[in-house]
Every structure is written in structure tokens, then in C-alpha cells.
């Protein structure tokens, strides 16, 4: 833990607009942390405009300003500061909106348990704990896309082979492009090619492609993933970020400049892993159940042994 949160305890904001909620939440909390409430969107951008946090905690469902604005707004003025919301499963827009544009760190269910609640905010202050490259700051602040030609390649994982045709003639202009239809074609294509970041549908074979993205974010952090979807459901969403922490999930059909921008501010992201290896804590996610059954053990087994290309 670097320094200042050594020295004095982090500092957490809860952002809602019911004041009984950040009651309960301060009691709860302050013993553990410096604990400083915002009643609703505005007074929270007030606040983060002037005073830095190492935690913002927002609900989503807030008259005026919503949590995602907040977080949005938080990403661009603090971007050192790990952002968690709360939000439940019939707020789609707002959960693709929170990885999107939010980057958040995790979502967290309504009704919450204080337990589980109480173990997320210290996995939030343990990755607060990391100064931010200055080079990461900046990193994801504009989709557009790169002149130039990266040497991170990219894996396109589709069942699909026109839809695997297409994203191929789309992201072979910036970089090298590796194409798998399957599991077994996507870890293999890992093992032997310098890729550093994966692109692919949220089903593959008719199974999520959940399990596979939690085994390589436990297994080899600085890999960035980009989720493609037609079909986008909260619950597949939550999972994504809390299990995978993916980079981007986008809808189909994506026109080719923001895949082309996605995929290259992924490459800045990956090189700024690559060379600061320790801010994938910053990224780190929860270890999903599946992890421990049966029919997921050999895929989480064979991504822990597998060996990557250095760079």
C-alpha cells in the first residue's frame, strides 16, 4: 500500500440520494475507513471536484444524476480513484454504460450484503493503494483510432465466419489478427502468438465465454478483453466486469472506426500493463464459482499452466 494510505486510513465516498442509506453505510464503515457521504449525483461532483477519494461508491438510481454520470465525471477529474456501483439487474443501460464509460472497478447488487460490500471495498482500496502511471491516465480518453501499426496483436474469437471475416478486414489495417472459432483454437493461437488482446463474442458454442475471460484475467492480467454482443443481458454484464474485468462490451453490429479506436486504445492499455505489471491489481476480480466445478476445472487449469509469448 503506497504511502498516503498508509500514513491515514482511505478514504471512501458513498454516493445516494436516501439519507438513511448513508447513515447505515457510515455506521457500518467509518471505523475502517475515512468515510465522507454525497446526498445525490450533484453534491457528489461537487465534492470530487475539490477533495481526492480513493473509493467512490455510487448508486445508480438517482434523481437528476444518475451514478453512472457520477462515475463518468469521477473517471475524467480522479482517475486514480476506483469506482464501484450499485445497481440492480433491470438497469442495463447504465451497467454497459458503467464499463464503458465508468471503467468501474465492480457492481454491486441491490439489496447488498454488508459482507460481501465490506470485502469488495478493501479488494477497492488494495488496488487505490496503486499511483496511476501517468501514461494510464490518459490512455482510454478518446476512441479514435491510430495512425500507426501496433505490434500487439489481437485474437478474434467467433463461431460465426462471416461475422469472424469482417472484424478480421476490419482490425488487420492496424495490427496482426489471429482468428479462432472455438476454445481450444483461441488458447492455442494464445500459447504460440504475441496477442495482448482478445476480442470476442459473449457466446461461443452456445456456452459464455464468461469462464474463459475469468481464468485469463486470473491467470495472465495484462490480456484486455473486448466482449461483442447482440444480445446483452444484465446479468452476463455484471459477470463480465466482476469476474473478468473486461475492457469494453459493445453491441453488434459495431461499425468498423469505433472497433478499430476500441481495439487500439485495448493495445494502450495492454503495453501500459506490460510495463507496469503491478497495476493489474487495479483490474483485479473476483475468483467465480465456476472456477471450482467440475466441468470448468481443466479450461481454468489449462490457462494457469499455459505459457505466453514474452514481450
Known amino acids: 500500500m503506497n504511502e498516503a494510505l498508509r500514513i491515514s486510513r482511505a478514504r471512501i465516498l458513498f454516493v445516494d440520494d436516501e439519507p438513511r442509506v448513508l447513515v447505515a453505510l457510515k455506521a457500518i464503515f467509518r471505523s475502517e475507513y475515512q468515510v465522507i457521504t454525497a446526498n445525490g449525483g450533484a453534491e457528489a461532483i461537487e465534492l470530487i471536484r475539490h477533495q481526492a477519494v480513493d473509493v467512490i461508491v455510487s448508486d445508480q438510481r438517482m434523481p437528476g444524476i444518475t451514478g453512472l454520470q457520477v462515475l463518468r465525471t469521477a473517471r475524467e477529474l480522479q482517475p486514480r480513484a476506483i469506482r464501484l456501483l450499485l445497481t440492480g439487474y433491470s438497469d442495463l443501460n447504465a451497467i454497459v454504460g458503467s464499463i464503458n464509460e465508468g471503467e468501474i472497478f465492480r457492481f454491486v447488487s441491490k439489496p447488498w450484503s454488508n459482507e ?14 496503486l499511483d496511476l502511471p501517468a501514461t494510464a491516465q490518459n490512455d482510454i480518453s478518446s476512441a479514435g483510432a491510430d ?14 465466419p462471416q461475422t469472424l471475416d469482417a472484424l478480421r478486414r476490419a482490425l488487420e489495417v492496424d495490427r496482426n489478427i489471429y482468428c479462432a472459432t472455438n476454445l481450444d483454437e483461441a488458447i492455442a493461437l494464445l500459447e504460440r502468438q504475441r496477442i495482448g488482446i482478445l476480442v470476442t463474442e459473449q457466446t461461443v458454442g ?38 473478468a474485468q473486461v475492457f469494453r462490451l459493445l453491441r453488434k453490429p459495431v461499425g468498423d472506426s469505433l472497433l478499430r479506436g476500441t481495439v487500439n486504445l485495448a493495445s494502450r492499455r495492454f503495453e501500459m500493463l506490460i510495463q507496469h505489471p503491478q497495476q493489474s491489481r487495479r483490474l ?7 472456477a471450482a466445478t467440475p466441468e470448468k476445472r481443466p479450461l481454468f487449469a489449462r490457462i494457469k499452466q499455459m505459457l505466453l509469448p514474452s514481450w
Open 116 to 129: 460481501k460490500l465490506r470485502d469488495t471495498l478493501a479488494s477497492a482500496v488494495d488496488a487505490a493503494s
Open 147 to 160: 495512425s500507426s501499426r501496433s505490434a500487439v496483436g489481437a485474437l478474434i474469437l467467433d463461431d460465426d
Open 206 to 243: 452456445g456456452e459464455s465465454v464468461t469462464a474463459l475471460l475469468s481464468a485469463l484475467r486470473q491467470n495472465h492480467p495484462a490480456l484486455v478483453a473486448i466482449v461483442l454482443t447482440s444480445q446483452i443481458d444484465a446479468a452476463h454484464s455484471i459477470d463480465f466486469i466482476n469476474f
Open 284 to 290: 483485479n476480480a473476483e475468483v467465480p464459482h465456476l
